[in-house]
């Protein structure tokens, strides 16, 4: 385990020599014609079961935005379940696990999930093992119960439960491991014989709050030191975002990599009334033709400088107006509030957009809450934007010089993204200007 994690071996497979070439099949499954089988016979993702039975140690498997990573997971579980293989389904956070579990119990496979009920999500509750268990009354029922589950979820830092002492798992599954650091990621694979590390090193890193250790390496996750080593199977095909939203995700890290999975997504775009416009600005939103999915309102002109709330923190209440605006617009045309999301990268603007929103059941968040998360329409308030010589503590905006949390943003929507900001204030953040010169190439800038 210490040579595969820290000196970076690469993986080993029987019969096979890399899991982008498989064209044997396990021997379990030649001649099976089970459905569940056959459910899961696409190209890529038949692969990626070949790595996996195949593998004698590790499989990575990178998923692209909109690839469906969690439905290629919950499809393994139910390959390796039929087999008559243990899972270990882990990820770092308990709604990332759930969300893995809420695809899983549609299919009627049977799991327990360990934790404290009140991280559970409400709908598998009735699957803790607190539950479960609770009319139990020796170690040796106890014992018994637990050998006979084959599919044990929890997240990475759940594995000090009793289970793990008696029981070892065939197969580790670890989602979103590009955002695990490596220590809290090394817990669950020591319980299995071998794991598959799910995530993508491209979108939301491991969360790192100091910069020297951030210098130092240590935000790196077991993700990034395997991946390119020889064990990485790609999903590149997206069925989620309109091909120009797509295209920005391209041109910040993908390099053109990611494509759509269909034409239907490709040309996706929003419906919604459109004659209750009152203002121009809002035509060049909305009413364009050829339609535009994506596009970028410049705030230069107006007053929506950001300014300081009684915290010290930013926040730019004229953004917060035109967010509201656009919102409200979208309502009147049909949309339906759980459709629409808003996305501010500084807690506090989520905060202020929230409060101005209370009227409705419009998701507002921050890049991180939004990971692994979509809606038919996105709004992205940037909120930087100043005119005088500023500190450069204040100046700074970390987080709109992160490309990954930029990628997280904008590939959150489907059929359309608006983004709000300073174009003049958003230019000085590399890859923002990236983005910016795209689409004033394309004329997608609104003033």
């Known amino acids: 385990m210490s040579a595969l994690q820290f000196g970076c071996q690469h993986p080993a497979f029987s019969g096979c020599q890399h899991p982008k070439k498989m064209g044997c099949q396990h021997p379990k499954l030649m001649g099976c014609q089970h459905s569940n089988i056959m459910e899961f016979q696409h190209p890529k993702k038949e692969n990626i079961e070949h790595a996996v039975l195949m593998s004698k140690d590790y499989v990575l498997i990178k998923g692209y935005p909109g690839t469906g990573k969690t439905a290629t997971i919950v499809a393994l ?14 990820s770092y956070t308990h709604s990332a696990v759930d969300n893995i579990l809420l695809k899983l119990m549609k299919h009627n496979i049977e799991f327990i999930r360990l934790g404290k009920t009140s991280k559970i999500h ?3 509750q009735r699957f803790s093992a607190d539950l479960l268990t609770r009319k139990l009354q020796t170690v040796g029922d106890l014992r018994q119960f637990y050998s006979q589950q084959r599919i044990v979820a929890t997240s990475c830092l759940g594995t000090n439960h009793p289970v793990f002492t008696q029981k070892r798992f065939d197969v580790c599954v670890v989602d979103e491991a590009s955002q695990v650091l490596l220590p809290a990621c090394l817990g669950p694979l020591f319980c299995a014989d071998k794991f598959v590390l799910v995530g993508d090193p491209k979108q939301l890193p491991p969360v790192m709050q100091s910069r020297e250790a951030r210098g130092l390496g240590m935000d790196l996750s077991l993700f990034d030191k395997l991946d ?7 999903l590149n095909l997206q069925y989620r975002m309109n091909r120009q939203i797509m295209a920005l995700s391209n041109l910040l890290v993908y390099d053109g990599l990611l494509q759509c999975g269909c034409d239907a997504v490709a040309s996706g775009q929003l419906k919604m009334a459109t004659d209750h416009f009152s203002e121009h600005w809002l035509n060049q939103v909305f009413k364009d033709t050829p339609y535009k999915a994506t596009i970028f309102i410049d705030t230069s002109e107006v007053q929506a400088e950001e300014s300081k709330d009684n915290s010290g923190m930013v926040v730019n209440f004229g953004e917060s107006k035109i967010v509201q605006k656009l919102v409200s617009t979208c309502l009147k045309g049909g949309l339906l509030s759980e459709d629409i999301g808003v996305i501010a990268p500084y807690r ?39 005119r005088k010589k500023l500190s450069e503590n204040f100046k700074s905006g970390d987080l709109l010089k992160d490309v990954r949390r930029l990628n997280v943003a904008v590939s959150r929507a489907k059929k359309k993204l608006i983004m709000v900001g300073d174009h003049v204030t958003l230019q000085t953040y590399q890859p923002l200007a990236a983005i910016l010169n795209m689409m004033k190439k394309n004329d997608l800038i609104s003033f």
């Open 228 to 234: 390119g080593v020889g064990g990485t199977c790609e």
């Open 77 to 90: 579980a139910r390959v390796l379940n039929l087999l008559g293989l243990s899972v270990l389904l882990t």
């Open 122 to 124: 409400p709908q598998i």
């Open 348 to 386: 506090h603007q989520v905060r202020l957009i929230h409060d101005s929103l209370s009227d409705c059941a419009v998701e507002v968040n921050t890049v991180d809450q939004y990971q692994g998360r979509d809606k038919e329409l996105v709004i992205i308030s940037f909120t930087r934007s100043y």
